[in-house]
């Protein structure tokens, strides 16, 4: 591949719109696989995050911002989804956070833990099947409000945004979790 990426690239250069067919054909289903993996991305978050990052290296490209490649065409594409991807769960996770996790919060925590719903009770029940690391981070934030630095520290990450991201993927999947065992108008 890495041969046929320096072609595509040179090919980009020259203005040869086709290239960019040929990107899309050949790295199209391993990105798909990867963001899909690495970023609990659906089929179409991966699509939309894989049809901009094709888009921009295009522009880098055309618009002189990239002259020569340091790395391997496809190392450069896969950064430019990265790039997309994290903006992205950036921007899902405020929207989660002002519109579900304050209903989720307030609903999951009350005032006489001996009164638990049966939701509240299928939750921990979930929250205790998906383990660690997603079981503790989700308990240190939600349940004992501790800050992403405070985590980090606590569970030995790297640094918050380690954790943030984390935490967002484990949310994401507790929220699958949870839709799969009730109709979402019963959430």
């Known amino acids: 591949m890495e041969k046929s990426g320096s072609d595509f690239f040179e090919r980009l ?20 696989q990867w963001c899909m993996s690495g970023f609990s991305a659906d089929e179409d978050e991966a699509a939309d995050i894989f049809q901009e990052s094709v888009v921009a290296l295009y522009y880098n490209v055309r618009n002189g911002r990239l002259t ?18 994290l903006k992205k769960l950036k921007k899902d996770a405020k929207m989660i956070v002002n519109d579900e996790l304050l209903e989720i919060n307030s609903g999951l925590v009350t005032e ?44 030995g990450y790297k640094n918050e945004h380690v954790v943030k991201s984390q935490k967002l993927r484990c949310f994401k999947h507790l929220k699958k979790l949870v839709l799969e065992r ?4 019963e959430i």
């Open 13 to 32: 250069k020259k203005g040869d719109e086709s290239a960019l067919i040929s990107i899309y054909e050949t790295y199209r289903g391993e990105f798909f």
């Open 112 to 155: 006489d833990l001996f009164e638990k719903t049966e939701q509240q009770k299928v939750i921990a029940e979930l929250l205790n099947e998906m383990g660690d690391p997603c079981k503790s981070i989700l308990t240190l934030f939600y349940f004992d409000r501790f800050a992403m630095d405070a985590i980090a520290s606590r569970l």
């Open 68 to 85: 020569e490649l340091s790395s391997t065409l496809k190392t450069y594409l896969f950064a430019i989804g990265k790039n997309i991807a």
């Open 182 to 185: 009730y109709n979402q108008d």
